[in-house]
């Protein structure tokens, strides 16, 4: 029987496992091509569904907890007049800021753009219902894919 570590690994190598093909599908409203793990900011795993006409749907996985948070925020900050909006009720802290949701929880935190041509408050709307269903897949939580 594999280890919680082990689990945690898993979840961790597998992001594309936190948010699924049909949830993309959803969101974009429109088929998507395979995700495609990746490597993000500082080792993130990445997880990017690519839909029509330049339509996506990125989730960042990083570890690192509240330093490793606070840290990116401040990296977004310094490379661009970000305006940080807090999120009230979502995770242990919660921001939108330049179009994507930004959220911390535990040892992770977590990050979901969502690259579709609609207005900001139905993109943080959006982003806020799938990162209520991230929160519980977190590998934190014992979870497997």
Known sequence: MPTIFALN?????????????PEAEKVLGAR??????????????????????DQ??????????????????????SIQDAKYNPVRGLGEQAVFHFSQLTVLQGEYFFVIAIGRDIPDSRRLE???????????????????C
């Open 56 to 77: 996506s749907l990125r989730v960042e996985l990083h570890t690192g907890g509240r330093p490793a948070f606070e840290s990116y925020l401040r990296a977004f900050r």
């Open 32 to 53: 998507t091509a395979e995700e495609r793990p990746l490597k993000g900011y500082r080792g993130a795993e990445v997880c990017r569904y690519a839909g029509p006409a």
């Open 126 to 144: 959006e982003s806020v219902a799938l990162a209520r269903k991230v929160i519980p897949r977190l590998p934190w939580r014992g979870a497997g």
């Open 9 to 21: 690994l898993l979840a961790i190598s597998a992001g594309a496992c936190l948010i699924t093909r």
